[in-house]
């Protein structure tokens, strides 16, 4: 079954400490894995994916194969990093296919 | 920046009744796609639309609804006899059809459904 799992609901810090925001994957074949973000009242936003190992926004996210996970992370959370995280499995590779949610995990971080 | 438009953002319709939710997916964009998300769980995929077919749908995406695009520019989600249990938010996104793993979906802000 394809699948993508994000334990916490909400993660809640203070400005500075350090992020991260679980995602665990099901998926028999060579997955693309993205994150998107939706600030509040705003569209969901491409954040990063996995196959271009960028940086955006001081967050980063490593593919690990073997304990099929796609943490997101951030080493000094900032108050306007508070939004919905929803990790995101695309099963097969290019256009015209569908992307499986996780449930998204809320992250909100306090001054 | 170019974005991805959805109209209207707010609909309330009676069970039973047809809707239609419009999007303006990105003008070079060849990949089309709806998503719903009902309050409180995932967001789905719903079907994905290419060169004026469907490429994919999900068991969710049954007799009841329908996608269309009208037009050079509009594509749109039919759902022929409402139920309260299609109340969600729907969210239309386009892709331009990059290679492989860069092809990047542009979500719209969506629109929300409410079934009376």
């Known amino acids: 079954a394809q699948r993508v799992t994000q334990p916490e609901k909400l993660l809640s810090v203070f400005k500075g400490a350090p992020v991260e925001l679980k995602c665990n994957y099901s998926?028999?074949?060579?997955?693309?894995l993205f994150w998107y973000v939706q600030y509040s009242r705003q569209r969901l936003q491409l954040l990063l994916r996995?196959?271009s190992r960028e940086s955006i926004k001081g967050f980063t996210a490593d593919l690990n194969k073997g304990e099929t996970s796609f943490h997101l992370k951030k080493p000094f959370a900032q108050e306007e990093d508070s939004a919905m995280y929803y990790c995101?499995?695309?099963?097969?590779?290019?256009?015209?296919?569908?992307?499986?949610f996780g449930a998204g995990t809320r992250l909100a971080v306090h001054p | 920046e170019p974005e991805v438009t959805q109209t209207p953002s707010h609909q309330v319709t009676q069970m039973g009744q047809e809707v239609i939710l419009r999007c303006v997916p990105i003008?070079?964009?060849?990949?089309f796609y709806w998503y719903r998300q009902i309050l409180g769980q995932k967001v789905e995929f719903l079907v994905s639309?290419?060169?004026?077919?469907?490429?994919?749908k999900s068991e969710i995406f049954d007799d009841q609804f329908s996608v269309e695009r009208p037009d050079g520019s509009n594509f749109t989600l039919k759902i022929r006899s409402t139920k309260l249990e299609d109340s969600a938010m729907y969210f239309c996104?386009?892709?331009?059809?990059?290679?492989?793993?860069?092809?990047?979906?542009?979500f719209g802000p969506g629109t929300r459904l409410t079934v009376l």
């Open positions: 996104a386009s892709s331009e059809g990059a290679a492989g793993a860069l092809d990047t979906q542009y």
């Open positions: 003008s070079n964009h060849l990949y």
């Open positions: 639309f290419y060169n004026n077919e469907i490429s994919e």
């Open positions: 996995h196959i």
């Open positions: 995101a499995l695309r099963p097969f590779s290019g256009g015209y296919n569908k992307l499986i």
């Open positions: 998926y028999s074949g060579s997955p693309e």
